[in-house]
């Protein structure tokens, strides 16, 4: 059937690489082919120096273009501290304004709402009251027209 099937961590197999193995000089000298590396990579470091400083140059040259043509380019403080003046100015303005309640014209007109619905529920009592005490008290004179001083 094949292949059986292997569950885990399944590592392949590695074959033996033909790199030669690198014997160390018995004396400690550097053996030629080490001299031909470092020489190699002398010279690349000195092609990353020289590509650095062709790119400091040429930012340079970058910079002086920019502040010729506008001098203000790279002030970037001053222009930061205007714009945090003006939110300043903005936010001082607003909060005057706004010190107004949000909510209390709404909890006013509710208010009042109540009131007057409280006002008629009163009204229908007593005028039930009257009506059930239609002619009890014709025979006495009213409060309202007596003077009391």
Not at 112 to 136: C, I, L, N, S
């Amino acid at each position: 059937m094949g292949e059986p099937k292997r569950y885990g961590l399944i590592i392949p197999n590695r074959k033996a690489t033909n790199k030669p193995v690198k014997k160390l000089a018995v004396f400690g000298n550097d053996s030629s082919d080490d001299e031909e590396t470092a020489h190699k990579e002398v010279n690349l470091s000195l092609l990353q120096e020289s590509q650095k400083k062709k790119q400091m140059k040429q930012t340079q040259i970058e910079i002086q273009k920019a502040l010729k043509d506008d001098p203000t380019v790279y002030e970037y403080d001053a222009v930061y501290d205007e714009m945090e003046e003006k939110k300043k100015a903005a936010n001082v303005k607003d909060p005057e304004k706004d010190r107004k309640p949000k909510y209390i014209a709404g909890l006013l007109k509710s208010a009042a709402a109540r009131k007057r619905e409280f006002e008629r529920t009163v009204e229908r009592q007593v005028q039930k009251e009257r009506e059930t005490e239609q002619g009890e008290f014709d025979d006495k004179e009213a409060l309202s027209q007596m003077r009391i001083l």
